[in-house]
C-alpha cells in the first residue's frame, strides 16, 4: 500500500497542511483505514479508489484524522487531488464521491488546483457562556457554520488577537461539533491577503489545524460579504502557515492552492 505525505495549499515543503493520501482498489474495514490514519499521524488522511467509468463521480474519497472519520476536509482533497494530477493517474477535473456529495477539483494552468465546494450556511448565535474565556479574548460575532463543518466561526477584534490565541483546548472542546474558528480582517491587505484565521479542532483530535479548506467554506462567504467582494485570499496563521484563493459563487466556493509531495512510501505492516 503506498503512502504519499502532501503539504497543501502551499507551494513549498514543510509548509501548509500535511496530509497523507493512500490510492486503493477499494476501501478495506473502517478499523484499518483508523488505523493507518493513526500511524499517518497527520491531521487527515485521504483515502481514495477509482469509480466505474458513467457515474457521476470518478473517485470515492473518505477522510480520517488519527480519531475519527470527518465528513468533510478541503486539504486532503487538494492533496489527493494533486497525487492524482502528478502521477498522471487521472487528467482533468476529478469528481471524488464524499459524505459531502460530490466535490470537484480542476487543476489550473498555474500548477494550482481549484476545489468546488458547498458553502457553508452560516446562522449568527449569542455568544456561549464561557466561550470567550476558553478561547482567551472575547468574541465580537459568532456564527454556526452548519452540520457539514461542525465549528463555531469565532470574528475578533485584530489580526494580532488571531496570531497571540493560546486557548483552553479541552474548555474549547465543549463548544462545537468540531472546534472553532477564530478569524480577523488583515491588518494590512497589502501584504497579499484579505482575512486570517486560526483553526481549534479538539474534538477530532487535532488541537490546532495547520490550514483548513473545509473551514473556508464559512470564512469566505462570511469575508466576502463584509468586504464587498466575492473573490478574497484568506491566511491561516497557524505555524506553518498556508494561503487559500477563495471565491463565492452562492452556493458553492471555490479553494484554490498549491500541493506538494513531500514523501512517498509503502505501508509494510
Not at 180 to 190: F, G, L, M, N, Y
Not at 205 to 211: A, Y
Request: include cysteine.
Amino acid at each position: 500500500m503506498r503512502i504519499r505525505i502532501v503539504d497543501a495549499f502551499t507551494d513549498r515543503p514543510f509548509a501548509g497542511n500535511p496530509a497523507g493520501v493512500v490510492l486503493l482498489d477499494a476501501f478495506p474495514g473502517d478499523d484499518r483505514l483508523q488505523r493507518i490514519a493513526l500511524e499517518v499521524n497527520h491531521s487527515e488522511t485521504a483515502f481514495a479508489h477509482p469509480l466505474p467509468a458513467g457515474g457521476e463521480a470518478d473517485w470515492a474519497l473518505r477522510w480520517f484524522t488519527p480519531a475519527t472519520e470527518v465528513a468533510m476536509c478541503g486539504h486532503a482533497t487538494l492533496a489527493t487531488a494533486h497525487v492524482l494530477h502528478t502521477t498522471g493517474t487521472h487528467e482533468g477535473p476529478v469528481r471524488f464521491a464524499t459524505r459531502s456529495g460530490v466535490l470537484i477539483a480542476a487543476p489550473g494552468e498555474d500548477g494550482s488546483t481549484t476545489l468546488d465546494f458547498p458553502t457553508a450556511p452560516l446562522t449568527p448565535v449569542e455568544v456561549p457562556a464561557g466561550v470567550g474565556e476558553a478561547l482567551g479574548t472575547e468574541p465580537l460575532t459568532v456564527l454556526d457554520t452548519g452540520p457539514d463543518i461542525g465549528d463555531l466561526l469565532v470574528e475578533v477584534a485584530d489580526e494580532e488577537t488571531v496570531r497571540g490565541l493560546a486557548p483552553d483546548l479541552p474548555a474549547l472542546a465543549a463548544h462545537s461539533e468540531r472546534g472553532v474558528i477564530a478569524t480577523a480582517r488583515a491588518e494590512d491587505p497589502a501584504r497579499g491577503y484579505d482575512y486570517v484565521s486560526r483553526c481549534f479542532f479538539p474534538n477530532v483530535g487535532i488541537d490546532e489545524d495547520p490550514v483548513t479548506g473545509s473551514a473556508h467554506t464559512a470564512l469566505a462567504p462570511f469575508w466576502s460579504e463584509r468586504l464587498g467582494r466575492p473573490d478574497l485570499t484568506g491566511l491561516q496563521a497557524s505555524s506553518r502557515s498556508g494561503r487559500v484563493r477563495t471565491e463565492v459563487r452562492g452556493g458553492r466556493t471555490l479553494l484554490s492552492g498549491h500541493a506538494v509531495t513531500v514523501i512517498d512510501g509503502e505501508l509494510l505492516a
